[in-house]
Structures are given as structure tokens and as C-alpha cells.
């Protein structure tokens, strides 16, 4: 996205006053805004990033099956959960170990870079050594010592938005990690919570604005937990690029009627490819590019 | 927008049980989609159309001024209220009467069909000597009295969400007009109520294909109430016709600074017609039209 | 209740920037307190006020056996809808005129004093030929004409808080009303609407304390809308009258079950009269009255 | 709080879908309620059971100060953050080990049980050294791998509710650790996240009767969390008992205006004295007893 004309905000129109406590995220810090490569993929820039995959590991074929999919419809990175954060104690809760090297399996065959989740400081050094990003879900996006930990780590974190987080703590959250040294860091809008139920979450598509206004971080979107309903997907992705935003988390499973966790959401891979399509003339719209599906598959 | 493809729902996917109450405005129904003509402009079909003015009507020199230039940067109708619902008993409450008339000669001058307020079951009658289209704001949605009286009514209403509705209140209310007779009904999302505070409101992108899929009327958005803040009405705008709204209705004013209501979520007129550019390739890249300023303007 | 200290209160500690335009309901305008006769009930002073009956007039036995049951109890006044809101136009609306008149029956039958809704601004004329008191329910907290039509009558009202009116808001919906000439107004929590579903509403009793220091008016609480559920009346019910309410708005219904409206948050007479006695323990440990059940019956 | 008479609810009524997930916290699975005995203090009986402290240690006199003045006032519990989770990374971030030690003199000069937070399954063991209650704070509610943890643990957990956890998702974090053998949990409501401004929190009171209904756990509220006002806390306290709580959580400072955390919200001792003094009657009021100042200064 391009950078705000900043010269232009009045100080009057700061909006946030702990603005003063954002001294690495602040947009000031930075004003011409941050590219992060990671792998290979830069986010940040003049490119739309997609990053897809199911939201669960759940086996060897499943994840192939999605990952290849992906990548061919133009997925820049591969999302797949091996550490599942469920409500109940008796869901399932992701195959953990064996769930990364399945993980680290797919990038190997797709060459796509790997997102994936920690729920607890201890599992930090291991899923170090599978994951390219390390996504922090809503959930944990106030444990504040597993942020610490995170500012100390090599490897870049893909920080969710707080399902009832305001857009202060949401950067204050960012500030933990880079005050750790950090800097490589997403932001992720995925859906707060309202009174609305005929959602999954609200997806907040003010906050994209407010946030290229208030730090120089990327800023990327989750329509698929921002609405709970797959049919839905398509179309927030499309007005998520629109608003602005750097990339979307998108979750894509071969067949969402089976999936352990987050069916109802997931994007069957022919619904995915076909929505890719669609975006690349939003994103032309708004002056971004993305990633030819051929090319990329070639 | 197109018609959604209804007969791929499944039923263990109608979300709200109150669909059996939808009886005039679910979309089966209709399935093939409302299009409302209003003095020739059509609303719900191809074409997204952009409402835009003054929040209020302020005087003949401000509105004049508001009301070329909207039009020139290819608005299809012009918005202003007389009658203004203020928290405050002390703030400006509109110029009632008077500002109608201007409204009428604004409407003399410009062409545009007018878009206006209604507070108050009593004013019907005469607003509708006036107005094209009946504007019921966020605080009225449940005005049920007033609601049966718009049914009687010969005009066209914009029914704008309560900011606490839920989309199925919504729908319902949207159904008393109905059942009353009068079927020519636009839907607004305008922006939810939330904890965020660094927004005026929400603006709830998730209700345009909720709504699209639930309802066969024109559904259009507010991104100057969703946001409260003119800076991000743009993107916003941009977001909603990528979503797949019919329509926007955005506040414009030529000196937001001495605005008496709601200043800081007007446009001035030049970033008004940077917008509609803007917007003009978004619609593009989803299949929609829209007003080229240069026609509209000979 | 009795007055806060205001004079310990640091200016810091004004919360509520809209303060200054709270002229006439404002605490500082009479930091003593309000307290209305109504009919010869006073509410405001030392007695907590029940006012108790079915959601909706239903019919001449239905509300006639609930009048006397709760007048049996102890209630002090009797609320019934004969105008109800509806959130579909296909549920039962009320008996209307019809309701009045039983209602009237009740008053005189009974000797209560009576509570009902209006629901516009056209209704007003009639329902103060049979009504003691006017509820502004929470749908036309902001229906700011007929807040202004109020402040000219010569009734007492009682005015809801809005589902997701804040407190400034609440407070400025009766500065209308005061402004207009009435003086005689009663603010009523009734739950707001939040993220929680196992509940209607969530009762705010934050909100009582913080009314009663902002304003001088009466405040009391419905804990019937407020929670949703009979079985939970009596335990919000003390909470309410603990916190420092002036009075309650409970909804008893002989036949719950069979309750045109509102069945499963009305309490049934036995259930009624069984909380009444508990109240009065809790009423007498914060220093406050109630009416003994048995003076009152005789 | 008397049990709620079970066998009377309908199967219809039954709220909440994910009851029979709540297979060890669920009231039927153990219908008489559970009282905890804790190091001698017994909660979830007949004593309303008051645990009181600073927000965070910040050193040695103000912790003896504050400690000394609960416990002669009659509170049964000293709680007092070691480990503080604040918004900024530039906010006081509590002693830490210092503080726990700290923590460990007062509990001997006042032999009152510790309650203190632990914010990351790395600092259980630690803190298990010298805490007698482990406090879950808010923020950490769905920390799903630290609540398995403390499933193993022999110290009794409190609980917090998340700020914008729904009651359900609440019951489901205790069956986590209730799932890993730990049966001694305390819930805590201590306001939920809502668009009211004028308050930090919105005390959801509602949560008490419908928590002790679902689940035979004991449930305490902490109304300084709730309100964020210290003067609003005696009123709520006063109806968190008077709506059938088993204990409080409450903030004292000795000079809340020099608190390095939550100062607004904390009472000065001899308030906090005099609220203790009122709750008394109120507990009677609802059949429940409270420790005299008296005896438990002797």
C-alpha cells in the first residue's frame, strides 16, 4: 500500500494517545513503511501476499493435497496449524510434533514458506526450527511473556489481532516484540467480537486504515475467521485488498465437510483458485500486484 | 450486484431462523434481485450509485455549493438533512422547513433526486413533498409505528441499520415497510456499535453478501458514519463496492472545519471527485458501472 | 438512596465531557435529589418502588388476576403494554385502545397507579387519558420529537435506557424531555446489548451508581428484559435494590407459558410474591423500604 | 449461595449447547456444589469470603500496610501482583520474584493466604513456592497449554473471565484444568468488554446466577476490575452478594494516587474498612455470613 500522506494529519486528528508509547511501531518510526522478505516473499510492498492452507494439519495426504493446490492457484506461503487453541478441552487439538514435520514436508514439495502457530513460550524453540512465521493467534495476543520471548527469536511473527483487542493494545502488543528486538512482525486483522451472530466475528475493515495510519508494520487480513462462512470469503478478501491491506490469511481445505477444526469456513481449492483470479483485478484496481497463478505453478 | 447462486445453499446453512418471518424481503421472493428506478436512476442493478452531500443542511450558499459539485464528480443523488436527530438538546437540530425548500432548489439546479430524513411519523406528509427518497437513520430502524406509516407511502425508503441491530432486526424492520404496501426499499449498513474506540463506529462489511443473500433489495453503504473520519471514507468506499454494494452514501462538505454536524467524516469536494475516480476502477475489476464524471457533468 | 458525597469528588474524576450539557438533569442542579409523587407513590426517597405486570395486555382475566396478584405482593404500581414493539411485523402488537381501557379497569379495580408504553409521538393524547405514567421504551430512547411532545405533557415518564445507549446518551435523551418543561422522569436500565448469549441482555447495574451520581432523577431497574430468564429475576432483582436502585419494573404473567410475549423472562405470582418478601431483607440491609405485602393487601 | 433446585428446570431451558462438554465442571456433576478449604479458609459455603490487596507489590511498606489493614478489616485472603500483564511495554511490569518473596512476609505477619497471578506456564513452579491460590487473569483465560499445566498442579487456580469471554467458553478454560486433575478452582467475574465508556469494565452481575446454575464451582467477583471507579466499588459489592456471589476480589491502596497500577479503581483503607462493615448486612440479608472484623483481628 502507499504510504499516508502523514505531512497532512493534524494533531488534532492523533487519534491515539498512547501514540507516545508506540516508539518502534510508530508510523514515525518509520514513515516510508516496512517491506519484509521473508524467504523470498516480500510483504509490505507493491505486492498482495495470500497465504493459504487448512487451518489443521490433520494428515500427510490432506496437507499435500491443499498445499499443492495453493501453490498453484498463487499462494505466496503455506498456513497449516500443528498447535491447535480449541475452546473445549475435547476437540482436537492438532497433531503438535508430528504436525510440523508434515508441515516441513509440504514446503520441501511446494517451496512455500511455512506460517504456523504457537500457543505457549516452551514451544517456541521447536516450531523455530520448522516454521518461517510464527503466528501468534487472537488468544495469546496478550501473553505478554511469550511476547518478550518472540522479540528475541530469528525468525519473523504473524501477530493476530485480539478478538476484543483495541487497535491501542493491538500495537502495544507489536511494541512488546520489537522492544525485544524483533522487528520482523505482521499485523493481522481476523474479526472482533460484537453482538452480531449471524458471523462467526465482525471483520473490522476500519482497522486496515487506521492501522497503515498509525504504524509502518504490514498489514495483512483473515476473512475466514473475520466471517466464519466460506461463501463470504471471496468477497471480504476482494474488499480487503480494496481498503488496503498488504496480504490475506485465507483457509483452504480439500474437503471442508470432513475438516477437524474450522469446516464451515474453508474454501474448497477450486472456490480458492477461481477467488485468486478475482483479486488480481481488485488488487490492479488499487495499484498492487499479485502473483500470476501460472507463473507461479510453472 | 449478480444474484448469488441460491440453489447451492445447503439448508443446515440458513443461518437465521427468522427467514420464515422474511416473507416479502428474503430473497426468494424475488431470488433474481430488486432494482429500484428513483426519478431514473436505477439502484440494485449494474451501476453503483453514490448519494452524497451535506450531513446537514447548513444554508442555500453551502448547499448550492455541495450540491454541483457532488454531481459534477458524478454523484447520481443528492443527501442533506433538515431534520437532524442530535443526542444533544443543545446542538443544531437542522433547519426543518426551510431546509427542504433548499433542498428543492438544490434539486431545481442540480438534477439530483434528493435523499432526506424523516424523524418522526408526523413528518411524513410533509417531507414527502419534497424528498425522492425517505432516509430512517440508525435511530429510528425500530420506530415501528413509523415504519407501518412508510408502507402507506408513495416514495422510496433508505432504511439505515440500528447501530445495535442485529441483520435479522434489520430485515424485519425492512419487512413492516413491506408489509405496509410500499416496496421500493434500499438498505444501509452504516457501522455497528463496538468496544473500538478509535473509529465512530464499525462499519460492518460482513452484512453486504449477508444481506445480498437474505434479501433481494439494493443495499448500500455509509463509510462517513462507519468511520467517522473523512480520511478513511475513501478506502472504505473502495471496500464496499468491492464487497459488493449497490451504492454509498458518503457525506461532502465544502468547509468540513465549520461544518455544525458531523465535520470530521465530511469530504471536501476536491477529495470527493479523487475519490469517485478512484472508485471507478474498483467497480471495473467487480463487474460494476458507475457515473463518469465528465457526462454526468455536460 | 441516599446523596453521593459530591464534594469529595475531584474534577479529574468528571468522566463524562457531555456533563456541562446536562443543565437540568445534571446532579448539580439539585444535589439533593428528585423525588416524585405519583399518584401518591413517591419514588427517589427512601422507599423502593416495585412496579410489576405482564409484559402485554393480553385480555380482561389475564391482566386482572396479575393486577391483584402483584398489588397482593406488594408492587406499588401496575405496568402492562397495550402498544407493544415487535421486532417482526407478524408477532402479536398489543390490544392498543382496547388494552387501555382494560388497563384503566385494573386502576380502578386495584388502586395501582399505571405504567405504559408509547411508542409514537401521535399515540401520546390518547395514552395520557389512561395512563398515570408514560414508558419511553428502549427502541425510542433517541426518538428525539417525541422526547420533545413529552416534555410538554403533564405526565410522568419513564424512560428506558437505550440496548446500546451509553450512559451520556441516556442522560441527554432526558435532558430533552426536562428541557421541554417535565420534570417528572424516571431513567430505567434494562440491560445492554453485548457479545453474551446465554443471557438477553446484560444488565449494567454498573450504570446505577454512576446515574445517580451524574443526575438527580430517579433511577430503576428492569432486571425481567434485563436478563431474560424468570429463574434469574429474584437474584438481579436484590442486586439491583443493593446497588442502590430507587425502584424495579418486573414482569409477572399468570401463565407464562402461555404469554403472548415475554413468557420466559415473567415471573409467575407465587414466584412474585416469594422474592417480594425476600427484597424486603435486602431493601432494609442497605436502608431502604419496601412496602409490607400484608399492609399494602388489607 | 443455596443450591439452585435443579430437578425444577425444564430440559428447554437448558442454555447452553456445549453443556455436555462440561463433563467434570457441569452442576450435575456434582449437584450439592463444591466448598474449597483453603490453607483453612472455606469458599463456596456459607461465608461470603473477601480477598483483598494491592494490585501490585511495589514494595515492602506498602505491602505490610495494605496486607495488615485488609486482614484487620476482615478480609480472608491477601492478593497482590508479582508478575503484573500490562498494555505497554513501557508500564511497570511488577517485583517478580521480589515481589512473590515479599508476598511470602506479609502471609506470615498476617497469616492470610496468598492469591497472585502467573502469567506463563514457565513461572508455575515458581510461584507455586509461595502463592496458596494461583490467579488466571483475564488476558490469559484461554491460555489453553498453561491451563493444562495447572491441571497437574496442587495448588487451587482462580480463574478470571476473559474480558470478552462468553459464559460458555468460560466453564469450558476451567474444564481444561479440572480435565488435567486439578478440582480446585474458583471462577471470577470481573466485567466483560462493552461499548460503555464511562466505566473500564462492564460488571456483567447476570454471569452469577447463570454460572452458579451451570457449574457446582464456587464464583467470586472482583468489582474493582468491574467498574475501574473505586468509589463505584461498594455498590457493586453489595450487589455481587446480594446476587448470590461466594467471595470478592477487591483492590486496597494505602495511597491509591501514588499506585503504580490501577490507583482509579482502589480503595483507601478505611474505606475499604467501611465497605466490609456494610457487606455484612447485606450477607445476612441474603442468608450468608461474613467474618467479623473484630474476631479476625484478635
New interface residues.
Given amino acids: 500500500m502507499s504510504v ?1 500522506e502523514i505531512g497532512e ?1 493534524d494533531i488534532s ?1 492523533l ?2 494517545p ?1 501514540q507516545r ?1 508506540l ?1 518502534l511501531v510508530g508510523r514515525p518510526a518509520r514513515p516510508q513503511g516496512t517491506v519484509l522478505d521473508i524467504s523470498g516473499v516480500r510483504i509490505g510492498g507493491t505486492e498482495v501476499v495470500v497465504i493459504a492452507g487448512p487451518c489443521a494439519v490433520e494428515g500427510e495426504k490432506q496437507l499435500m493435497a491443499t498445499a499443492k493446490a495453493v501453490r498453484a492457484a498463487g499462494a505466496r506461503m503455506l498456513r497449516g496449524g500443528a ?1 491447535k ?6 476437540s482436537f ?1 492438532g497433531l503438535k510434533h508430528e504436525g510440523l514435520k508434515l508441515l516441513a514436508r509440504a514446503r520441501e514439495e511446494t517451496g512455500l514458506p511455512l506460517v504456523t502457530e504457537v ?5 517456541i524453540d521447536l516450531i523455530c526450527q520448522y516454521a518461517d512465521v510464527l503466528q501468534i493467534g487472537s ?2 495476543m ?5 511476547l ?1 520471548e518472540l522479540g528475541k527469536v530469528g525468525k519473523p511473527v504473524l501477530l493476530k489481532r485480539g ?2 483487542s ?4 493491538f500495537l ?1 502488543a507489536a ?2 516484540v520489537m ?1 525485544g528486538g524483533n522487528e520482523r512482525i505482521i499485523l493481522c486483522e481476523r474479526g ?8 462467526r466475528n ?9 492501522l497503515k ?1 498509525l504504524t509502518h508494520l504490514p498489514v495483512i487480513v483473515d476473512p475466514s475467521h ?2 466464519g462462512h466460506w ?2 470469503v471471496p ?2 478478501a ?7 491491506a498488504d496480504g490475506l490469511l485465507v483457509e483452504v481445505h480439500c474437503n471442508p465437510e470432513d475438516a477437524l477444526s474450522d469446516g464451515p469456513q474453508s474454501l474448497r481449492p477450486d472456490r480458492f483458485r477461481k477467488m485468486m483470479l ?1 483479486l488480481k ?2 488488487a ?3 495499484g498492487m500486484e499479485m502473483a500470476d497463478p501460472c507463473t507461479v505453478h510453472a
Avoid: C, H
Avoid at 483495541?166 to 493494545?169: A, L, N, Y
Avoid at 476482494?238 to 488496503?244: C, E, H, L, R, S
Fill in positions: 499516508p494529519f486528528d487519534l491515539i498512547a508509547s516508539k498447535f487453541p480449541r475452546s473445549s478441552p475435547y487439538q500457543l505457549d513460550s516452551r514451544q488468544r495469546s496478550q501473553n505478554f511473556p511469550m518478550e478478538m476484543s483495541t487497535i491501542e493494545e502495544l511494541e512488546y522492544k472482533i467480537r460484537t453482538f452480531e451472530t449471524s458471523t465482525t471483520l473490522d475493515l476500519n482497522a486496515i486504515p487506521m495510519r473475520g466471517t461463501w463470504m468477497q471480504l476482494k474488499a480487503a485488498i480494496a481498503v488496503g478475482d483485478a481488485v490492479a484496481a488499487v
